[in-house]
């Protein structure tokens, strides 16, 4: 196999990747404009950007092919640090509730 | 360790085996990224938190937006698999197809910018700027921050593909190139959706 023929596969082998995250953000534009309340279009909208970015981590940022220990050291602590910031969102309701109406 | 062996081997014989199997170089862009990545979402929960806390938030985004943002992120999308090609083609020895593919990567990420700044002043246009309210200092921080490194990916790429063109720089760097460039684009992913799709005027 030539060097050419086998970069054009290698296209081809994530062109399949390459859809599903297209179509992943045309169902997020679908669903924003179907009239959900705020909270629940956030939760749905967010599901889906983690699975479009768990497919670009693992087959276009190769993670999937590195050894297991790369991915156990980045990304459970990455997950552990965006999670820890989950800590304002109470601050914030609060902050709404002592608005005037 | 021997003199003889040092004198032999140099200091590669002290050194240890790169962790996780991969080059430095390789590791360190994906420390880069991991800091980068969680830079970025400290600034979505700040964003998310004005959002929450500010009644009667401001929702501007038109038909004409979206269409431009689905533009915006079919390029960005794109990039990303030409930019694919062109680390495989690097990897692959083929240097002129990866050429190619770096700058098609490059052309798509220009266009990228190019729509986003055309974006921004259809948005000053309608007086939402950055002082004009805490939906304006949120959007154009978060943007911002993005467009400088979709900005940023592409001259560091230029300099990549000049450097690799003339074989001062290995596929490893455009491969390492790359890793930063496919974090732009899923960096986008989450940015579209929360501060575009959450935000259409109905």
């Known amino acids: 196999m030539t060097a050419a023929t086998s970069s054009a596969n290698v296209i081809r082998k994530y062109l399949p990747v390459y859809f599903v995250l297209l179509a992943i953000f045309l169902a997020e534009v679908f669903l924003s404009f179907q009239h959900f309340s705020t909270g629940f279009l956030v939760a749905i909208l967010l599901g889906l950007a983690l699975c479009s970015v768990g497919l670009g981590l693992m087959y276009f940022m190769h993670l999937a092919q590195e050894r297991r220990s790369l991915f156990l050291s980045l990304i459970p602590a990455t997950i552990f640090v965006l999670l820890m910031m989950n800590m304002i969102w109470s601050d914030s309701f609060r902050i709404l509730r002592m608005h005037s109406p | ?202």
């Open chain 2, 1 to 202: 360790m021997s003199e003889s062996d040092l004198a032999m081997h140099g200091h590669e014989a002290l050194m240890e085996p790169s962790p996780y199997a991969i080059p430095s170089r390789k590791l360190t862009v994906w420390l880069f990224i991991i800091s980068d990545a969680v830079t970025f979402g400290a600034f979505l929960f700040a964003y998310g938190y004005l959002r929450v806390a500010t009644p009667n938030w401001v929702r501007p985004f038109e038909s004409s937006s979206v269409i431009n943002v689905i533009l915006m992120t079919f390029i960005l999308i794109t990039s990303s698999l030409t930019m694919l090609g062109a680390v495989d083609s690097a990897k692959a020895g083929d240097k002129p197809k990866a050429m190619r593919f770096l700058y098609s990567t490059m052309l798509l990420g220009i266009l990228f910018a190019a729509l986003h700044i055309r974006e921004w002043f259809q948005l000053f246009a309608r007086k939402i700027t950055i002082s004009s309210g805490v939906f304006g200092q949120s959007f154009f921080t978060v943007t911002g921050l993005h467009l400088l490194h979709v900005i940023g990916g592409v001259i560091a790429m230029l300099v990549v593909a000049a450097l690799y063109a003339r074989g001062r720089l290995t596929p490893g760097h455009v491969e390492t190139m790359g890793l930063y460039w496919h974090f732009v684009d899923l960096v986008w992913m989450f940015v579209v959706p929360l501060v575009y799709l959450t935000n259409i005027a109905h």
